[in-house]
């Protein structure tokens, strides 16, 4: 991130809250470690953070597609197995756990059983790229960015609103490089998009009435070897995002201004999707992909609360 305009945020570094048992390890491949980490033995690779209403934290593991609940003492169970890459997680706020799975489209459970069932699989018979992320809008409608392969050489990744009850799906933008962690912004009026191959994060003014216009940059990143990830947002509006490439979670204020950074305190600088969670929603758990850990840092505000649990 360019930070010629502003002071070097001071930085910290997270702590280890739980990592993965190595009863859960994997042999190492799979079609998505060979497609995506080629030549590598991935033992597991997690994201897509989400807590319930009970304070237990769900995590994806793409490559063999995983769903894991982690109680409070960090204790880790298997939720479900199945045919798939699960990515984001979302709740819903009748209680279904929401899954942006890269190969079948977006998906729907109930944490008390292991059938994972087809909630929007394609959009007028196309199928999606690969979806990547998702959350919920006080109204319930589900937000969700459509990433595959896209980046710089291909930027027709897209973001997506959806209405389950009327069962109508919009496409807001189509010339994404790479849309990946989304969010509303503190008044509701922006959306904003990581777009990891584009190194920034942009800001997408809402609109009912089809794409959005104007769309602009909210903040630059830094570059390197990937980018912008998952993001998270406080209760004073700042905006947290996962950098996968510099192993650290940047902090902004609202205004885009940075403000501070959190560093891995592992040897993985995967850090990939982030969720607040512990006692007043006061802390900021982080998925480092590389290692199978969950980090966790205090946040500078308590959590903004997710709308779907209302």
Known sequence: MSMSLFPVPSSKKCTIFSRMPECFYRDGDSDWVRANKHGQQIASFIEGPAFDRNGELYVTDIPYGRIFKIDQQGTWSLLTEYNGWPNGLAFHRDGRLFIADYRQGILALNPSSPDVLPVLTHIRSESFKGVNDLFFDEYGRLYFTDQGQTGMQDPTGRVYRFDPEENRAECLLSNGPSPNGLLLDHDGKALLVAMTRGNAVWRLPVTEHGPSTKVGIFTAMAGGISGADGMGLDA??????????????????RYGVPLFRYDSCTDGRTLTNIAFGGQDNATAFVTDSSTGTIQQFPALAPGRRLFSHG
Do not use: L, M, P
């Open 236 to 253: 004073d509006g700042n905006v947290y995002v996962c950098d996968a490439g510099h192993g650290c979670v940047w902090i902004f204020s």
